[in-house]
């Protein structure tokens, strides 16, 4: 049976005024595995758990480099998400070319958002599925923003996107107003941990299966070292042992 | 079930002449948060309560510059509120360059209304699902319109759409006659007097969520400052404390 | 229920031959607040009764110049309404500037008929929800036109569209063997009382919720001043008690 | 309930090979007042009865001069005739333009059938919903063309379309292979009759109410002068006093 | 009730491989009246039964000339019979303009298969409701061809469509063994033979209500005069006479 | 009742990831009349059964040759069919045209399957209805190749297509080891005899019902001679006899 | 029945956040044969097991050469899987002609990726109906990409898609660990016996119904020869009977 008799186009109006394709293609996201973004006054952290198709494949990778203060990473339809990282680096590149400096990330994002308004708009057309948490650097600092299927976007000062979000975000929302002062390492440990309080017991969690980037002030984007991630992985067990 | 089967697009009419998915998207504006504006016989102001989607995010300003002018707050989907935002823009930008003069904010309405008209006669497009509050100021003095999904626009002396908007709106039917001889001050308490009525006691009233701008005699579009609009909100919290 | 299963678009003939998307169309205009136009030998005149969509708005204006010798005022959908108005002064201008004279009112009212055609007759557009009376000058006299949704027009007499149009007509066929040789003044003051016939009392009458406008010889289209609508009115009600 | 499923546009033939929209559109036909067409060996006569949509309203013209030597008269949708008008004249006068010559009626309907056979056999527009009688002079002397939705068009002696038909056409039927010989004065007396015998009581036949229209030899179009309208009518009054 | 769930449009395969409304556009063929032809060595001859939409008209023709050295009758839907017609000759014409020689009428039967093919393969257009035969001479002497709804065509020796076309199958089929020899005169005896048994009590045959067309060795396409038709159906009631 | 809710269109997948409207297709070839096609190690042969639509028509011819080293024979839709064979000699042109030699038999199939893909996978065309058998000769020797609705293709030693074809690939089954070293006449025993086997008593087998082609080393395209095919008919009934 | 009332095309997302239609279309891949695909650190190896749509026909090859450098096999439907195959081969080719070097195989599979993501986003379109495994060889060695119709694609060890996969998988996750190391005979053992131990026993495996190509280091695109095949089919066999 249909949900309601308003939600199998996304140019219908159901009768409370609202657009149901575009709430269900929101839906999508959570079916993409975890992504974590946070900053400190100096840095923006993207931390991701990737997944394996199969056990003969290599995890997949889902944090993506934008431009060398943009990075991107994203939970929902992989081929959606893909586009829309082509998009952004066409446009960062675009822009770069035009006005020989950096994309501004806000710019960036709002530009997304115009292209995303316009699959919500068209009887032919249908919206995204995927959700994105961008971080970037610029004259203010450090920004982390989300994008969504419906065309609005948000800044935040942390957030988690993708399955089992929850947790990841109560972890966050407890320790955020930490988040500002917090060193390099402190703020990588924090991403891996809100990652890791996501995760169930059947994921293995290691430096493939978990991918972290970082971007901010003289640091252009990078991947940390898988080694890294590990180290802080472990360093976390042994915390979280001793709690026990 | 379906409300009427004449209801699913914006280019049937019902046998009683009415476009239901027109009057649909109207509905969507009651889901935004509250927008108000006012008027006296110097001064616009518009004045909105803002959300945060979460505790990690900063409050959604809802407030736009169009021009020095014009100002524009929004409630519904935000994404259409932000394209009717930037097609403003660029309309006035463009006037502005063709003649060499501000455009008359009456003028950039009506250009705003034939477009919006355009989408509730086209089988494959809907219905814009935002209503604006526009506050712009020319030679007759301030003013305040307000624009909808059916593309029709109305000038008040003062207005308030978006949830709740009804306290506001008794609010300022009450004390509307007052108006045109307002002082700055006394105009902008109004306004954060017709936000405070309607919020509810779950929602925190603050410099960050509720945002106050201004246009009008010799004065640009502006903000008010966040600490003004705190020491309004205190003002009031003691008058009605001691109205209680 | 659908009223019929040949009614939801206006491509599609009813078994009896008629298209009822055109005929619901129809049924806006009684949606639509009072118009009325009447005409002597020498003037013809347009007479609205205005509504105001809230006590805090002023009444909106519904007659509209299309060019010095052409007047027009509408009941039904605005937005449509508006749209009409705007084709018929580019074209009344386009041909001004082609043949350095006056589009003749039937003319134009030809153009617009020729348009709304193409609107009963796609299947990706809906009929126009708008009806209007149109007030013209030339050199067979003033003329009123009524053109509606389904592409039709007719010259009449006097006539009245519009939410109870019916007690405005009664009025206006007791009288209009009178009209040719009516005065002015004469014309102005059933126009006004045809507007106020059908008025109910929750609606207040004066200078601002009725309008009346006038064109015919040596008389360019003018809005009849607020303060002698105001005059006519009281003067009606002073008869009227009279009549009680 | 549906007719039958196969009759909601014009591109689906039911499987009796019928196209039921095309049928549905000739319905419309009937819905319009009478029009009647006949000729002799000299001339080719209209004859409309006219309606007037309000006591308030003059009687609707529906005879048309397409040229010189041809003119039109329609029953059903009115838009659409009026369209099919502008049609056949451009045609006319390009044609004139193009040969330096009259255009032969015969050619002229041939090319509306034409057009409207495209109406019939695409999805997304619909049959034209009127009927046209044409009277027109050439070479091989006056001639009656009837043309219908169906893209189809007759050569007729005399006919007669629109609401109650019949009596007219069993009229026509009695009398027409006395029409070739017959004089101006008794064609034109014939015409008016056919109307008189299909009007029914409640309407008032009077040289407004019946049009009558003539070319042929040596007879550019032009209209019956209602004068001589009227005294027709009455002779027939008398005529058919005389009889009871 | 639907006949099948896969007959609505003719783009859309049953099951069982079949394409609906290609085969119920053949049945339109049936309801029009009798289309013969035959031919000898010499002669190709087409003959048809004429209707007249009521006694006021005269018979319609249904034998249109193509070009000096073919000829065509159609049954079915009238418009789209003329609007092959029309495509036949320009493209007669353009061959002729083209290669300064006649088209083949086999040649011309292909193209008008083409064009009647793709009427089946598109969403948006129907299949014609018109079949035809066609009468053509060329180097290997006279040829009958049949073209259908379903973009197919045959050729015959002798055959005839439209309603009750069994009949005057039946005729040819007994004696068509005969016509290679036949002379000019017995071939039209023939025809029109073919003609009157299919013809049922209720029609009159005579010189307008049957046509005959020849074309052949030494004759370009040419009607037989109505004189001739009428001697032959003359001879032919006294033969019968004689049978019985 | 639908066979399947997703049955009624080439671009809707069924859950069981199948386009049922490409598979319907499909069915149109087995209302074809029979299409045989084999080769030896120098030849390539086609032979149909053909099918008259009357007594009155000649035996439908449904071999083609597209260029000189390559023919083409189909079963389904006669339309289709022919289309597809226009299209292939127009290839085949373009190429020799172009490259100054045979286009290679394999390279044309590749094409039409190509062409075919695009109507599986468009909302508003249908897949065709035409299976073919296609040999071709080139430097590798002769080649059969059939080509389906689906736009796959497959090359053959030899194959039957077309109504009864099992009987056909039945006999081909058994003797298609022999083919390679067959003479000529072998060849076409063998063609004509597979005709023979599926053909079932009401029909006549005889030279015009049966079409055999060939072409291979030093051998264009050509047709097999009716008296050819007559003399080789009655050997395989006198074979026949004798076996019984 | 539907199961799904948001499953019938790919724009329309259900409540849960899928594209049912996208889904269904990967089922296709299924209905194809098996594909296997696997690399040591010089060589990426495919190896399908072919299938013969008759014993008339030869088993049809589905592994295909893009460039020298990489090679493609795929399941589903063959049309879509040559379509995609002549894109990349295009689309290398275009790459070579514009930088003057092979194109990078990871490349090539992404902007297979953003066709095939079109096909997912497009009301009149339908997804792919072939999944794809691609060797390639380039600067970091060999790959084995698989690419699906929702454009996904993923790199692997090795992997297996089409019907039956599962039995493949399990082999290749049994021995991947040793690919890495393994000689070029060593791996085309490996992949022979994945296709072996998913075969049934009714399909014959040798030279022509297993196809194997190898790319690597110092070894363009090639077919493993079909004598090798056999040896290793043979040697297979002898050991699974000593196994026994």
Same mark, same amino acid.
């Given at each position: 049976m249909l949900k309601s +008799?308003?939600?199998?186009?996304?140019? =219908?109006?159901s +009768?409370?005024?609202? %657009?149901?394709?575009? /709430?269900?293609a929101m839906e999508a996201i959570k079916q993409g595995s975890l992504c974590v973004g946070l900053k400190s006054n100096q840095f923006a952290i993207l931390? #991701? %758990?990737n997944r394996a198709p199969s056990k003969l494949a290599e995890y997949q990778q889902k944090v993506y480099m934008i431009d060398d203060h943009i990075g991107l990473c994203f939970s929902g339809l992989t081929a959606d998400g893909r586009l829309i990282c082509k998009f952004l680096r =066409?446009?960062?590149l675009n822009y770069k070319?035009?006005?020989?400096?950096?994309c501004n990330p806000g710019r960036l994002v709002n530009r997304l958002s115009e292209k995303a308004q316009i699959k919500t708009q068209r009887s032919s057309k249908r919206p995204y599925g995927a959700g994105c948490l961008i971080a970037g650097f610029d004259e203010h600092g450090p920004h982390i923003y989300e994008t969504n299927p419906d065309a609005n976007f948000y800044e935040y000062y942390a957030f988690a996107?993708? !399955?089992?979000?929850? !947790?990841?975000? #109560?972890? %966050? /929302?407890?320790?955020?107003?930490t988040f500002p002062e917090a060193s390099r390492d402190e703020l990588v440990k924090h991403a891996i941990k809100a990652v890791k309080v996501s995760a169930q017991g059947d994921v293995e969690l290691n430096g493939? !299966?978990? !991918?972290?980037?970082i971007v901010g002030q003289g640091q252009q984007f990078a991947f940390i070292d /898988?080694?890294?991630? /590990?180290?802080v992985l472990e360093s976390l067990n042994q915390e979280m042992e001793v709690e026990v």
């Open positions: +008799p308003y939600d199998t186009d996304c140019i =219908t109006w +009768p409370q005024g609202r %657009l149901y394709q575009v /709430e269900y931390a #991701t %758990l =066409t446009e960062a070319y035009t006005y020989g400096t950096n996107i993708g !399955s089992r979000n929850q !947790s990841a975000k #109560t972890y %966050l /929302e407890k320790n955020f107003e493939k !299966s978990v !991918s972290v980037a /898988e080694n890294e991630v /590990e180290r």
